[in-house]
C-alpha cells in the first residue's frame, strides 16, 4: 500500500473561495424575484467574414519564405434574433477598416436595440428598485449592465476570422475594452 506523508502546508491569501453573488441573488436579497426562464439572455447576433486570395503585390520571397497568395477580405454578413433585425445584412469591403468598423457599429445598434427591448420587459425590476439607496442604486447599475451585455458568436472566429481583421478589430475596439480573458488560445475581449 502507498502512502503520502508529505506535508504541504497551502496558504490562499484572501481567504476561503466564495462564489460572487450573481445580479439575481442580489436581486433576490432585496425581495425582487425574477422567474428562473427569465435568468437567461435570449439574444444573440452571429457574423462570418468572406475572404479571396490575391496573388499581386506580395512580399520578396526569403530565405526560408516564400509568398503564394494572401486572403484579402471580401465581406461580412451579420444576422440577428433581435426583432427587426433578423434579416441578415451584408457589408462589402471598400476598405478592411471601414468593413470592421461597419460591422461593429451594426452589431451595436443590435445591442442597444436588445437593451430597449429588455429594459421594457423588465421595467417591473427597475420600479422596485427606484427607492434610491446605494445597494438599490449598485443592484440597479448591475443589472442594467447584464442586460447591455450581447451575445455575439462567429463561424471560425479564433481560427481565421479575427486573425484576418484583428488589427482594425483591436484599432475600434481600442477604447471600448474593459478587461481580457484567455480562454485556451483566445482572446475575449468584453467592452465596456
Known amino acids: 500500500m502507498c502512502t503520502c506523508d508529505v506535508q504541504v502546508k497551502h496558504t ?16 433576490e436579497q432585496l425581495g425582487i424575484n425574477i422567474p ?3 435568468r437567461f439572455y435570449p439574444y444573440r447576433s452571429t457574423f462570418d467574414y468572406e475572404s479571396y486570395f490575391d ?3 506580395l512580399p520578396d520571397a526569403g530565405e526560408k519564405l516564400v509568398w503564394v497568395m494572401r486572403h484579402v477580405l471580401c465581406s461580412v454578413s451579420v444576422c440577428s434574433n433581435v426583432a427587426n433585425f433578423e434579416q441578415s445584412k451584408c457589408f462589402i469591403n471598400t476598405s478592411p477598416q471601414r468593413l470592421v468598423h461597419d460591422k461593429m457599429q451594426y452589431l451595436e445598434t443590435i445591442a442597444d436595440a436588445a437593451f430597449e427591448i429588455l429594459k421594457e420587459n423588465f421595467q417591473y425590476v427597475f420600479d422596485q428598485l427606484e427607492p434610491e439607496n ?59
Open 55 to 57: 496573388k499581386s503585390d
Open 134 to 192: 446605494k445597494q438599490h442604486q449598485a443592484v440597479k447599475g448591475r443589472f442594467a449592465s447584464y442586460l447591455q451585455e450581447h451575445i455575439v458568436i462567429s463561424f471560425n472566429s479564433s481560427s481565421y476570422d479575427i486573425p484576418l481583421v484583428k488589427a482594425h478589430l483591436l484599432e475600434y475596439l481600442r477604447d471600448k475594452i474593459k478587461f481580457v480573458i484567455l480562454k485556451g488560445k483566445s482572446f475575449m475581449c468584453p467592452p465596456n
Open 36 to 38: 428562473h426562464e427569465d
Open 12 to 27: 490562499h491569501v484572501g481567504g476561503i473561495n466564495n462564489n460572487k453573488k450573481t445580479v439575481f441573488d442580489q436581486l
